[in-house]
């Protein structure tokens, strides 16, 4: 055996402790990765559970991808380690993220805009909401569709960009609300009295406010007809109600051949 024998048994032991030290380095930092990440997941959850406010889709959805984004930068920092050039992974990555963004695009619409009502909560489950067109209860929300039930108990999956992309109306977020009715007599009825008899009803009714208190109104005079409004106050969800009884006792006073209500 030569000199030129032994510096190649040094050259190859000095590439072998190189590469045995870089594996070493890699694991050292795919262990500490996966701890700060999993560190980092916690914390998150911790602070966005703590404000009350954020629905805990989001919270899983914001701790996961924190913790995501850490193993990405760790997995990119272990290839580093070996030599290998990211630059161009990175930018594969890039593209193929540009194409499937642009493939899922109505996808990820919706998945942006279940983030924005998880996280401002314009309205919450049990609400009574009119979203896209679509009146009903709110019974779940999700990343990508909202379930409204319907007045006749249908359900309703509506995707989130149309409910966020229109405007929101939630019947439930305050504490009353007015309602009305309007019924259509003869002139030669008894308006006055069916006005007495309309506002004694609601003033007897509990759920009707007592302030402010319900009204009777003539709101329209023609030369055949005469078109009497009711309106009361109460809360979102005995709203409804109240002015069906409200209807159905007005129907029942008025006999047979009386001018239909509208």
Do not use: C
């Amino acid at each position: 055996m030569n000199f030129s024998d032994f510096s190649e048994l040094d050259g190859l032991g000095e590439v072998l402790i190189l590469h045995g030290l870089n594996v070493f380095y890699a694991v050292v930092l795919l262990i500490v990765g996966w701890w700060v990440s999993s560190l980092i997941e916690r914390l998150v959850t911790r602070a966005l559970s703590a404000t009350h406010r954020v629905d805990p889709t989001i919270v899983g959805f914001a701790a996961s991808l924190a913790r995501y984004s850490v193993l990405v930068f760790v997995g990119i920092a272990v290839l580093q380690r070996f030599g290998i050039q990211t630059t161009s992974i990175i930018a594969v990555l890039g593209a193929t993220s540009l194409a499937i963004g642009l493939a899922l695009q109505g996808t990820l619409q919706n998945v942006s805009a279940g983030v924005m009502l998880l996280l401002f909560r314009p309205f919450k489950v049990g609400d009574a909401v009119e979203v896209g067109g679509q009146a009903g209860t709110v019974k779940g929300l999700s990343l990508f569709t909202t379930e409204i039930a319907s007045g006749d108990n249908v359900q309703v999956l509506m995707p989130n960009s149309r409910v966020w992309g229109g405007p929101i109306v939630n019947k439930s977020v305050y504490g009353a609300r007015s309602f009305s009715f309007s019924l259509e007599l003869k002139p030669d009825d008894d308006i006055e009295g069916v006005m007495a008899d309309g506002l004694a009803f609601l003033k007897a009714d509990a759920r009707v406010a007592a302030a402010p208190g319900p009204s009777a109104a003539i709101s329209k005079i023609s030369l055949d007809r005469v078109e009497i409004g009711f309106s009361g106050w109460a809360s979102a969800a005995d709203a409804g109600g109240a002015r069906g009884d409200l209807v159905a006792y007005l129907r029942s006073r008025i006999r047979d051949g009386a001018p239909k209500s509208s």
